[in-house]
């Protein structure tokens, strides 16, 4: 079961990163290298790995969900930081 559970992780990762790879063959307005594959591969994975984690051990709805949602929020704040440096930290390039 848990090979299954990561083989749809993985699978969903690739499928999000697929789309703007396709956009790329489309449109100039994304211009993503091969560094920002590997970012946001190891920031959806890394989530992906981690409410799997969370899903797996903690036993309570309402903390499991609250929990997902704190992670899901760091991932979207994160990846803010990274597109378009909201914080102005060194972190984003700033």
């Not at 990163?17 to 970012?39: G, H, K, Q, R, Y």
């Not at 959806?44 to 309570?60: E, H, M, P, S, Y």
């Not at 704190?70 to 597109?83: K, P, Q, S, T």
């Amino acid at each position: 079961m848990q090979n299954k559970r990561l083989t749809y992780i993985v699978g969903t990762v690739a499928l999000l990163l697929c789309i703007p790879l396709v956009a790329m063959l489309f449109t100039d307005e994304v211009n993503w290298s091969p560094f920002d594959f590997i970012v946001a591969g190891v920031l959806l994975l890394g989530t992906g790995l981690a409410i799997d984690f969370v899903f797996r051990k903690v036993q309570n709805r309402d903390h499991r969900l609250m929990i997902c949602a704190v992670i899901l929020a760091v991932l979207f704040l994160i990846w803010a930081e990274l597109a378009v440096g909201i914080f102005g930290t060194p972190f984003a390039g700033s």
